[in-house]
């Protein structure tokens, strides 16, 4: 048992060292994906405002300009930023639900250590 309970406590040991290792770059991971769907807000709310901007200068002119092109590729590349956006959302809900999993896990199994006597004192607990 005790070559088996062993084998047990060093794989648990890595899994604690691999989940205190990828924890930081999954949270700022995040925090970058966070900061990009900021930025797809406001360039879609930038997109828009020029949009409706075009749309007014186009009605105001004397002169027919035929501005409906450019509102066309305006209000396509805001369909684009969406599209990113959405995936980007989708994407930061899957890290933090993978966050949350790995946050879990790695209480569970400190448990499970403690319980079985085996949690090395040289570790900082969390």
Known sequence: MAAGSGGVA????FAEG???????????L???VHAVRESQVELREHIDSLATELCRINEDQKVALDLDPYVKKLLNARRR???VNNILQNAQE?????????AKETVRRR????????????????
Do not use: W
């Not at 060093?10 to 040991?13: F, S």
């Not at 899957?94 to 790995?102: D, G, I």
């Open 30 to 32: 995040d925090g970058h």
């Open 111 to 126: 448990a499970m250590l403690e319980a079985a006597g085996g949690y090395p004192q040289g570790l900082p607990s969390k």
């Open 10 to 13: 060093a794989r648990e040991l």
């Open 18 to 28: 691999l989940l205190q290792f990828l924890r930081p770059a999954v949270r700022q």
């Open 94 to 102: 899957r890290l933090r639900r993978l966050n949350h999993s790995v």
């Open 81 to 83: 930023v969406v599209l």
